[in-house]
């Protein structure tokens, strides 16, 4: 942003705004703790939280009284007309207090944005090190009038954030119950007890099961239930496998988005996913919901710890010596997949499949 052709802000500055540059998964465990960072505003004031466009199609679970506002990073990254749109934008929006809740970082990215904003108080974490960026991200720390230990590198991303907000509102919470607002909860509506809902796909292929497993799974829970594969579009056009899935159950797939789908998932006796954000929404409505995990988020995402793990969720992973490692995995791919996915024994999926539908 050009400094030297600011518009004069007039006005005093006030409210505040939250940068929360995560995906769908993060926005949607966000949502469970953003009330924890509503007293960094006054009375009069007025919360607004950014979010990454792509992670809009969950902005359904924030509280009305939050104002959202989104960025294209993609294109704020590479389009200097866009970025000077959204630079100026948030500029004259004159904030009285800018928040980062991330602790990864990028510094021509949400660190750009947060600059831009030139808030009178700008309050971050320490952000996590990374190799490319460290000497940037060290330039930048100038930008931010506090700074925050939130936790060691590897420790999960729900308690880093109850951890933040405590150190910025010096109030002390009690561990937070992954459930959303009962005012947000939507109605369940559709699909019954008698459904159950499977979601094999995720953005990172490979951290998905395979066609396989997932058929071994419909066998295994037989002809009593009438099965749901939910996805987007794209997903069936980048697993053509799934096209032409010829199964002897009664199965269907629902293609809707994220607003609509939450409705049905609480209407479920069942839900079977691999960590996607569909796995989080599932577990945050309440719907009894079991995640097949890879390895690569222990201490980080999933599973959840066990202070916190609602009793609606049960998790299945194969623990590795490189477990961890944020997806940049060092071995060697097996059947095009993450060995620890891909060595996740059916009979421990199957075992939590009759924890669930027998109790």
């Known amino acids: 942003m050009n400094f030297f052709k600011k518009k004069k802000r007039v006005n005093a500055p006030s409210g505040v705004l939250l940068v929360s540059s995560g995906g769908l998964g993060d926005t949607v465990l966000f949502s469970i703790i953003v009330n924890r960072f509503y007293t960094i505003a006054k009375s009069d004031e007025k919360i607004t939280l950014l979010l990454r466009s792509d992670s809009k199609k969950v902005s359904f679970l924030f509280h009305e009284k939050i104002s959202i506002y989104t960025v294209n990073y993609k294109e704020f990254r590479k389009k200097r007309n866009y970025r000077s749109k959204i630079e100026n934008e948030l500029y004259l929006l004159n904030f009285r207090v800018v928040v980062s809740t991330d602790f990864l970082r990028h510094p021509k990215l ?66 937070p119950k992954l459930l959303i607002e009962k005012g947000l909860m939507p109605k369940s509506n559709k699909y019954n007890k008698r459904t159950i809902i499977l979601n094999p796909f995720s953005a990172v292929r490979e951290k998905q099961i395979s066609l396989e497993v997932l058929s071994q799974i419909i066998d295994y829970i037989g002809d009593t239930y009438h099965f749901v594969i939910a996805c987007a ?30 409705p049905r998932l ?14 989080h929404l599932s577990i945050v409505l309440g719907a009894p919901t079991i995640c097949i995990a890879s390895a690569a988020y222990v201490n980080e995402i999933v599973p ?40 996740i024994p059916a009979k421990e999926i199957f075992e939590k499949i009759d924890k669930i539908l027998k109790c």
């Open 110 to 175: 949400d660190e750009a944005i947060i600059k831009a904003c030139d808030a009178q108080k700008t309050i971050a974490m320490e952000a996590r090190p990374w190799g490319k960026y460290n000497a940037e991200l060290s330039r930048n720390r100038k930008f931010f009038n506090e700074i925050f230990e939130s936790g060691p590198i590897h420790f999960n991303k729900i308690l880093r954030w109850c951890n933040f907000a405590g150190s910025i509102t010096s109030e002390k919470y009690q561990l």
């Open 233 to 262: 579009p794209s997903d069936l056009e980048k697993n053509i496998e799934y096209k032409n899935f010829d199964h002897k159950k009664d199965i269907e797939f629902d293609l809707s988005d994220f607003e609509t789908l939450a």
């Open 266 to 279: 609480r209407s479920v006796r069942l839900v079977i996913s691999v960590d996607t954000a569909l796995m």
């Open 304 to 343: 959840y710890p066990e202070t916190i793990i609602p009793k609606n969720a049960e998790f299945v992973y194969k623990s590795m010596p490189c477990e961890g490692c944020l997806g940049d995995c060092s071995l060697t791919l097996e059947n095009k997949r993450f060995p620890c996915i891909n060595r």
